[in-house]
């Protein structure tokens, strides 16, 4: 199971289509104490892998004891970062906390491309260097790649450049409108560009010996499954049922696309919330509705509940709206 805790609304950047629309750190914020208190509650409810990110984590100045927290109680740390802040002594301390893996956004293989949707100059040099540290260090890295129509033609370029890099994965998310990505949903791809970049996603992963995992885009497994494909993956959509987010300020919901509430850890533990929330009972009990609910591919695919939420006036467990499967 696998977990992401949203540790700060800050961020250094303005990324355009930021989920968290993120840039000031909160005053509700969790403390250390209550992050140390919640990771705990994390590794009791079963999780085993924790995405500390953000906003941009990094700027967290109590990071590294976080991490190293996490590892004590028997999870696998690893962060989501913008990697502009990755320095070499940034890099040591955080594989001297016990972090397992960098995830470090680049968008494009165009400098100016990239630094544009992420909102500043220069952010493609400096999340560079940042992986250049983490490789000299010795620390994992895993490149992640938001895709919409303007870069969805050099995605599988972006793969082979992040095994030149030596990155051990590229993670590809399909972006779903949340945040200040409301504000570029017609640049979303659908159903035919989706899929069609799904497939090409496919066909690379049988050429390159890191991972692909394409993220907001649970058709891959019945596409993999047609393919006769091993996956290590078990479903597309997990949320609610074995993942979910932790907000900044404690809420909790089943993914960071998704926002609907199923509680907050200051008021009820962690591990109460997974176990009892009625929300999450909805997500792996109820039936899905449309043609998530009779394609035949639900209990290895499930549809992208977010995207359901955002098309469907918030009908969480109505059908994906871009699946070629009606």
Excluded at 86 to 107: F, H, M, N, R, Y
Excluded at 154 to 181: C, M, Q, S
Aim: aromatic share 8%.
């Amino acid at each position: 199971m696998i977990i992401s805790w949203n540790t700060t609304q800050a961020c250094n950047i303005n990324c355009i289509h930021c989920y968290r629309d993120a840039g000031t750190k909160r005053s509700d914020e969790l403390t250390t104490a209550e992050g140390k208190t919640l990771l705990s509650q994390i590794a009791k409810a079963g999780f085993k892998i924790m995405i500390l990110s953000g906003g941009e984590p990094l700027l967290r100045p109590d990071i590294y004891e976080l991490i190293s927290h996490a590892k004590s109680v028997g999870l696998r740390p690893v962060i989501g970062t913008n990697g502009m802040l990755i320095t070499p002594e940034v890099a040591q301390k955080l594989k001297q906390a016990g972090l397992a893996c960098a995830g470090i956004s680049l968008d494009s293989g165009d400098k100016s491309r990239h630094d544009w949707f992420r909102g500043q100059q220069g952010a493609w040099e400096k999340t560079l260097a940042g992986i250049k540290a983490c490789r000299e260090e010795g620390l994992a890295f895993q490149i992640h790649t938001t895709v919409l129509t303007w870069n969805r033609q050099e995605v599988t370029d972006i793969t082979d450049f992040a095994v030149e890099l030596g990155a051990v994965a590229h993670h590809i998310f399909f972006l779903v409108p949340t945040g200040r990505g409301k504000n570029i949903e017609e640049t979303t791809l659908k159903t035919a560009e989706y899929e069609a970049l799904l497939e090409r996603i496919l066909d690379k992963q049988r050429q390159v010996p890191i991972e692909l995992k394409p993220t907001c885009a649970p058709q891959f497994m019945r596409l993999a499954k047609q393919r006769n494909m091993s996956m290590r993956f078990t479903k597309g959509c997990l949320a609610g049922t074995s993942y979910c987010v932790i907000l900044p300020n404690g809420d909790v919901q089943p993914c960071p696309y998704l926002p609907v509430t199923a509680g907050n850890v200051r008021l009820t533990g962690f591990d109460e919330v997974w176990k009892d929330s009625p929300l999450f009972h909805k997500l792996r009990y109820q039936p899905l509705s449309g043609a998530c609910g009779r394609c035949g591919y639900d209990d290895i695919c499930g549809g992208c509940r977010a995207r359901a939420y955002y098309y469907a006036d918030g009908d969480f467990l109505a059908e994906e709206p871009w699946c070629s499967c009606k």
